[in-house]
């Protein structure tokens, strides 16, 4: 089945620990985006990324960092730079801009908390 | 700096009620708004809306989008305790050497009672 998955479902990580969340589509997208919920709150946008080895920094990307080396995965590494990391991270991902009517796909999320 | 702003942030309501969300955007090069419904993890895809004056519609949920005042509604008549929900409005634009992307407001979270 054609999808986004992201893994894993739930993440502990001590202070100070780098940790990467993964994100994986077999839509053919090309676009593909990173957001942090918190609770009782939106969507905020993180990174994103439209082209392979491209992307561009969203509204909170301080203490992120992304990497697009294939068209299907678009991981995000939660760095210790990061003041305030527990959180629920979703990934989606679209066809692009260039295609007029872009409705954007998401996973499933990742539940990150600092412990 | 882009932002989508909605409005109410929560509402309850009871069964039967017509409820109205409302989603207002600056953007740079607007391209479409999208309507989601997240219930427990991942949002899910109500409508899209590119052209001002045209009414979307599925079952009891309907959505219409004004560009020249920058704002969208989206109506749900006769509510359900399964419309239960925090309803996400997003808008795709595509910023001048930016790509396209795809910002969200703060979301309404509905409550229906029975």
């Known amino acids: 089945d054609g999808g986004i998955t992201q893994s894993p479902k739930y993440l502990f990580r001590k202070e100070g620990q780098n940790v990467t969340l993964s994100c994986e589509q077999n839509l053919n997208h090309d676009a593909m985006y990173w957001y942090r919920q918190d609770p009782g709150q939106g969507l905020r946008l993180i990174y994103y990324s439209q082209i392979v080895n491209d992307f561009q920094k969203g509204d909170i990307a301080e203490g992120y960092s992304v990497s697009r080396e294939k068209k299907e995965s678009f991981p995000l590494t939660v760095t210790s730079a990061q003041k305030n990391p527990t959180a629920f991270y979703l990934c989606?991902?679209?066809?692009?801009?260039?295609?007029?009517?872009?409705?954007?796909?998401f996973g499933q999320g990742t539940r990150l908390t600092v412990v | 700096e882009d932002k989508v702003v909605q409005s109410p942030l929560s509402l309850v309501v009871h069964e039967g009620d017509t409820v109205t969300l409302n989603c207002s955007y600056e953007v740079t090069n607007f391209r479409s708004l999208l309507w989601y419904k997240q219930e427990k993890k991942a949002p899910t895809f109500l409508f899209m809306l590119?052209?001002?004056?045209i009414e979307k519609k599925s079952g009891r949920l309907s959505s219409i989008l004004d560009k020249k005042e920058l704002f969208s509604i989206l109506n749900i008549t006769a509510t359900q305790t399964g419309d239960s929900a925090v309803y996400l409005c997003a808008v795709f634009s595509t910023p001048y050497n930016q790509g396209g992307k795809l910002i969200f407001g703060q979301g309404t979270e509905l409550s229906v009672k029975p």
């Open positions: 989606a991902s679209s066809t692009g801009m260039v295609v007029e009517n872009t409705e954007a796909f």
């Open positions: 590119t052209s001002s004056g």
